[in-house]
C-alpha cells in the first residue's frame, strides 16, 4: 500500500459507467489512478496533477478499456470521493 498516493475516499461511478467498463478494468484502474498513473493525460495535465497532489486539489485521470472505450477517474480536492464517469457524464 506504500505506493499508494493518496486516499480515495468513497468509490462511486456513474449508471452509464457501470454499464460499460467492466470492472475488472475499473478496479485496474483505480488502482493506476490512486499511484499516479494518470493514464492517457497530455503532459500538462500530468504536471497539473502532481501539483494538485501537493496542493490537495482535484485529480483527473483519463482512461480506455480494452475495447477502446474513453473513461475518467476524478478525486474530488478533499479526497472525499472519487468518480468513475464517461465523457459524457461530465
Not at 500538462?44 to 502532481?50: F, G, M, P, S, V
Request: aromatic fraction near 10%; charged fraction near 25%; proline fraction near 6%.
Amino acid at each position: 500500500m506504500s505506493d499508494f498516493k493518496f486516499p480515495l475516499g468513497r468509490v462511486v461511478a456513474t449508471p452509464s459507467a457501470l454499464l460499460v467498463v467492466p470492472m475488472p478494468e475499473f478496479i485496474a484502474a483505480m488502482q493506476r489512478h490512486r499511484c499516479g498513473d494518470w493514464g492517457d493525460l497530455d503532459e500538462h495535465d500530468r504536471l497539473e496533477n502532481e501539483l494538485a497532489l501537493k496542493k490537495w486539489l482535484r485529480l483527473l485521470s483519463v482512461y480506455h478499456t480494452q475495447a477502446g472505450l474513453k473513461f475518467y477517474i476524478i478525486t474530488e480536492a478533499d479526497r472525499s470521493v472519487t468518480t468513475l464517469l464517461l465523457p459524457e457524464d461530465y
